[in-house]
């Protein structure tokens, strides 16, 4: 578990240093959108077997967000915006063979509700029930 722990940290320190190290004239629109989409895929990929290393994930994913959403609160909405583009294309592709959990679920609908697509809100249409961890 603390394998695990210690890889998510770095995971997730990665694009904090990553957006330290940014230079400010670049293209600021595409490295928050390639950020979104690759946080995207690894959180749809994600397979975690604990329940606490699934909390530990999630609740280090909202710092990592909120952080980010007070540093740079331009950066944050270009983000959001992807990162919930990205988990619609996912939820119309998933099938009952991805087995996400209830922290992906409950993330996946805040992104449905909080992401901007061409200036409308985006709202789930098919909701899919989480994996039990039973």
Request: hydrophobic share 35%; glycine share 4%.
């Amino acid at each position: 578990m603390k394998r695990i722990s210690l890889h998510i940290i770095l995971l997730l320190l990665l694009p904090v240093s990553v957006m330290a190290q940014h230079p400010q004239g670049e293209n600021l629109v595409d490295f928050y959108e390639g950020l979104a989409q690759r946080d995207a895929l690894y959180e749809q990929n994600l397979s975690l077997v604990s329940l606490e290393d699934q909390k530990d994930f999630w609740k280090d994913q909202n710092s990592f967000e909120q952080l980010l959403a007070q540093k740079n609160p331009q950066g944050y909405r270009i983000y959001l915006k992807n990162k919930g583009k990205a988990y619609r294309v996912h939820q119309k592709n998933c099938q009952v063979s991805c087995q996400h959990s209830e922290h992906y679920f409950r993330k996946a609908a805040y992104y449905s509700v909080h992401s901007i697509v061409d200036g409308e809100f985006a709202f789930a249409v098919d909701t899919k029930k989480p994996q039990s961890n039973d």
